[in-house]
T-cell receptor, first 109, second 116 residues
């Protein structure tokens, strides 16, 4: 079966750092994506990991451990506009990408 | 190019009616995906095209659902004999992915379907 697990909700304070975890068990693996989705809007791409390690892009970083089936998204210097759902998605091969249910992040002042 | 566009943005239909949605991907994007998303859930894979060829279709997609991508450009998703359980946001995404490479998908704003 295919399974992607993320926490349902998280709350953090403006200016702080938050880590959103994702664990996956899939029949195949050909890369992991993180997307941001504001309420009522389309998902937008944040990061892509295919090899183990950390990918950094501005305030956002994403980590992957293929042996553990684990990834996290790290958001630094949180801003109110970062309040959104964060979707972990795994490409299982054959160019099919499946999504987790998403983590709703609330940033408070 | 203004990105992936979907039409209509909203559709309300009576149970049993047929509906068709259209997706115009970003020009020259070879891959096109359809997803369905319900409140509080992530997008659920429905089907995928590489140019005009439909390469994969989810087992969740019943025979009432059909998708086409003639000439490898725009795509349509048709739902026949709609049921209340079909109510959801239908998202289209496209990507430009040469060979076996994976690249990010660009999503449209979606079509919100309500079956009454």
């Amino acid at each position: 079966g295919q399974n992607i697990d993320q926490p349902t909700e998280m709350t953090a304070t403006e200016g702080a750092i938050v880590q959103i975890n994702c664990t996956y068990q899939t029949s195949g693996f050909n890369g992991l994506f993180w997307y941001q989705q504001h309420a009522g809007e389309a998902p937008t791409f944040l990061s892509y990991n295919v090899l183990d390690g950390l990918e950094e892009k501005g305030r956002f970083s994403s980590f992957l451990s293929r042996s553990k089936g684990y990834s996290y998204l790290l958001l630094k210097e949180l801003q109110m506009k970062d309040s959104a759902s964060y979707l972990c998605a795994v490409n299982t091969g054959g160019f099919k990408t499946i999504f987790g249910a998403g983590t709703r992040l609330f940033v408070k002042a | 190019d203004t990105g992936v566009s979907q039409d209509p943005r909203h559709k309300i239909t009576k149970r049993g009616q047929n509906v068709t949605f259209r997706c115009d991907p970003i020009s020259e994007h070879n891959r096109l995906y359809w997803y369905r998303q319900t409140l509080g859930q992530g997008p659920e894979f429905l089907t995928y095209f590489q140019n005009e060829a439909q390469l994969e279709k989810s087992r969740l997609l019943s025979d009432r659902f059909s998708a086409e991508r003639p000439k490898g450009s725009f795509s349509t998703l048709e739902i026949q004999r709609t049921e209340q359980g079909d109510s959801a946001m239908y998202l289209c995404a496209s990507s430009l992915s040469p060979g076996d490479m994976n690249t990010e998908a660009f999503f449209g704003q979606g079509t919100r379907l309500t079956v009454v």
